[in-house]
Nanobody, 115 residues
Framework: QVQLVESGGGLVQAGESLRLSCAASGGRFSAYAMGWYRQAPEKRRELVAVISSGGRTNYADSVKGRFTISRDNAKNTVYLQMNSLKLDDTAVYYC?????????WGQGTQVTVSS
């Protein structure tokens, strides 16, 4: 089962940018669909963006046009470029790897957007 480690979170002001990274190990990274999810305090975890093994992407409506998911199979890493950050983007962001019944999560990285 693949192991995932997120990095890149932090505290930023509204309108600024961050790039999250998720490094994978222990599996055939290129075969996995990779996703970013987030969970704000007292809210359910929600999908932010996914990228298939073939590079097809899908985004939550709330982040379309601002966030970009990408993957580098040579580096076993998936990225989430977040631009024009809003207060509502504050959450713990989790990386996910999915291949059939195999489903792995990272430990999460905190993103805090201040006014």
């Amino acid at each position: 089962q693949v192991q995932l480690v997120e990095s890149g979170g932090g505290l930023v002001q509204a309108g600024e940018s961050l790039r999250l990274s998720c490094a994978a190990s222990g599996g055939r990274f290129s075969a996995y669909a990779m996703g970013w999810y987030r969970q704000a305090p007292e809210k359910r975890r929600e999908l932010v963006a996914v990228i298939s093994s073939g590079g097809r992407t899908n985004y939550a409506d709330s982040v379309k046009g601002r966030f970009t998911i990408s993957r580098d199979n040579a580096k076993n890493t998936v990225y989430l470029q977040m631009n024009s950050l809003k207060l509502d983007d504050t959450a713990v962001y989790y990386c996910n790897a999915n291949l059939g019944l195999a489903n792995s999560w990272g430990q999460g990285t905190q993103v805090t957007v201040s006014s």
